[in-house]
């Protein structure tokens, strides 16, 4: 990016300083060195993985938007791209890595079983969508995306965090809460925020007629 593309609107730069000073906004130094700095997780779940990986090869390179260091630790990255089937056996794991994260930090849902389960939406051992346990900022459609669409998700996230405003994000709140409950994998995928609920749910009816896992499910979609 050149320096002049950094100026603020409305700000009137003098000829003979053009191209070298620029005056702007915190917001926007802020947004652009984090926009073009992205660390994204090294970390796959089925076949959408592959054509991650190739969207990291030099055919298609993210290291031309600053993302080359895909970082083997939850600690070291920023964006979490879940590329693949989500698994019920997988999702603590999942949570466990989100939270593991530092601020800030966005998830791209990468293909249609991240998204909402793909072809295996009604499988008994699948989530419909990680966005069930995680917030996701960007949604890629496909199954499996090209490398070409995962880039272009990967731009308009990048789009999205130049729009953020440091008085408005939600990490610098006092109330802000960071912490997911791990999900816990019992006779059924337990979502520890819908606890009280499949507890009511399981005192005021007969489980042992409907069956515990039934009892989640119907809990799950309320
Ligand atoms: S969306 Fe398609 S390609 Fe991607 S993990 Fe699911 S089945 Fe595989």
């Given at each position: 990016?050149?320096?002049?593309?950094?100026?603020?609107?409305?700000?009137?730069?003098?000829?003979?300083?053009?191209?070298?000073?620029?005056?702007?906004?915190?917001?926007?130094?802020?947004?652009?060195?984090?926009?073009?700095?992205?660390?994204?997780?090294m970390?796959?779940?089925?076949?959408?993985?592959?054509?991650m990986?190739i969207?990291?090869?030099?055919?298609?390179?993210?290291?031309?938007?600053?993302m080359?260091?895909?970082?083997?630790?939850?600690?070291q990255a920023?964006?979490?791209?879940?590329?693949?089937?989500?698994?019920?056996?997988?999702?603590?794991?999942?949570?466990r890595l989100?939270?593991?994260?530092?601020?800030?930090k966005?998830v791209?849902?990468?293909?249609?079983?991240?998204?909402?389960?793909g072809?295996?939406?009604e499988?008994?051992?699948?989530?419909?969508?990680?966005?069930?346990?995680?917030?996701?900022?960007?949604?890629?459609?496909?199954?499996?995306?090209?490398?070409?669409?995962?880039?272009?998700?990967?731009?308009?996230?990048?789009?999205?965090?130049?729009?953020?405003?440091?008085?408005?994000?939600?990490?610098?709140r006092?109330?802000?809460q960071?912490e997911?409950?791990?999900?816990?994998?019992?006779?059924?995928?337990?979502?520890?925020?819908?606890?009280?609920?499949?507890r009511?749910?399981?005192?005021?009816?007969?489980?042992?007629?409907?069956?515990?896992?039934?009892?989640?499910?119907?809990?799950?979609h309320?």
């Amino acid at each position: 990016m050149s320096v002049e593309a950094l100026n603020s609107p409305g700000i009137n730069i003098p000829p003979e300083l053009q191209g070298q000073i620029s005056v702007t906004t915190l917001d926007r130094i802020y947004n652009w060195s984090r926009a073009n700095s992205l660390w994204p997780m090294m970390f796959g779940l089925a076949c959408c993985a592959i054509e991650m990986m190739i969207t990291a090869s030099s055919r298609f390179d993210f290291s031309r938007f600053g993302m080359e260091v895909m970082r083997p630790s939850p600690r070291q990255a920023d964006v979490m791209i879940v590329s693949g089937t989500v698994t019920k056996k997988m999702v603590p794991q999942i949570v466990r890595l989100y939270n593991q994260m530092s601020e800030p930090k966005y998830v791209l849902a990468m293909g249609a079983c991240a998204s909402g389960g793909g072809p295996f939406k009604e499988g008994y051992n699948v989530v419909s969508g990680i966005d069930k346990f995680i917030p996701v900022d960007i949604y890629v459609a496909g199954c499996p995306p090209t490398p070409a669409a995962l880039l272009h998700g990967l731009i308009v996230l990048q789009k999205k965090i130049e729009q953020e405003k440091l008085s408005e994000v939600e990490w610098y709140r006092a109330d802000f809460q960071e912490e997911i409950p791990v999900p816990v994998l019992g006779p059924d995928l337990i979502d520890l925020r819908k606890y009280q609920s499949i507890r009511d749910v399981t005192m005021a009816g007969e489980p042992e007629k409907k069956g515990f896992t039934v009892i989640i499910d119907e809990v799950n979609h309320e």
